[in-house]
T-cell receptor, first 113, second 112 residues
Framework: KAGVTQTPRYLIKTRGQQVTLSCSPI?????VSWYQQTPGQGLQFLFE???????NKGNFPGRFSGRQFSNSRSEMNVSTLELGDSALYLC????????????FGSGTRLTVV | GENVEQHPSTLSVQEGDSAVIKCTYS??????FPWYKQELGKGPQLIID?????GEKKDQRIAVTLNKTAKHFSLHITETQPEDSAVYFC???????????FGTGTRLQVFP
């Protein structure tokens, strides 16, 4: 079956702009989590959505937000982009009942100039 | 706060040798410990995981050990091959679908 699909793969934005990233989980997976990966801070948890509700949130400013749709697809939005937001944004899904934990997508590489 | 330390940051081995990566976690409530392999241009891929009620788990050339008392867990790769070259991340969470706290990663290079 298809894996976790993230679009777009690459994005270049200007400081101050906003951006929306998309994630389609594995079919049947209702939980979607987002992580930010940077060389300096490593992999950090942003938030998790399950059944269209945010269940958990990491330590990021309010400029980072997300949502989940009834088909479990999720989007994350970053407003008023800063240079430090340049990162690989990873989406991971799970069915919350499996013993296999999370499956990650290939990520969206965001560059803020 | 919650923290996972991972060592070493880089590891170079000859093909056929063993590789060991070690992690230490701070949250005593952690009971799920996955290991991920990340290749260039790809997302992390789960390669093995262990729960706190198990001390060791093996899957072919890969094994993970857990010492809950010391809050240590380790990844062991035997008979390394060039295709094992990647960045490996350990992680800890309170259950298998809770948020993951990742280590800082180990870049493993296996030389033919």
């Amino acid at each position: 079956k298809a894996g976790v699909t993230q679009t777009p793969r690459y994005l270049i934005k200007t400081r101050g702009q906003q951006v929306t990233l998309s994630c389609s989980p594995i079919s049947g997976h209702r939980s979607v989590s987002w992580y930010q990966q940077t060389p300096g801070q490593g992999l950090q948890f942003l938030f998790e959505y399950f059944s269209e509700t945010q269940r958990n949130k990491g330590n990021f400013p309010g400029r980072f937000s997300g949502r989940q749709f009834s088909n479990s697809r999720s989007e994350m939005n970053v407003s008023t982009l800063e240079l430090g937001d340049s990162a690989l944004y990873l989406c991971a899904s799970t069915d919350r009942g499996t013993t296999y934990g999370y499956t990650f997508g290939s990520g969206t590489r965001l560059t803020v100039v | 706060g919650e923290n996972v330390e991972q060592h070493p940051s880089t590891l170079s081995v000859q093909e056929g040798d063993s590789a060991v990566i070690k992690c230490t976690y701070s949250d005593s409530a952690s009971n799920y410990f996955p290991w991920y392999k990340q290749e260039l241009g790809k997302g992390p891929q789960l390669i093995i995981d262990i729960r706190s009620n198990v001390g060791e788990k093996k899957d072919q050339r890969i094994a993970v050990t857990l010492n809950k008392t010391a809050k240590h867990f380790s990844l062991h790769i035997t008979e390394t091959q060039p295709e094992d070259s990647a960045v490996y991340f350990c992680a800890a969470s309170r259950y298998n679908t809770d948020k993951l706290i990742f280590g800082t990663g180990t870049r493993l290079q296996v030389f033919p």
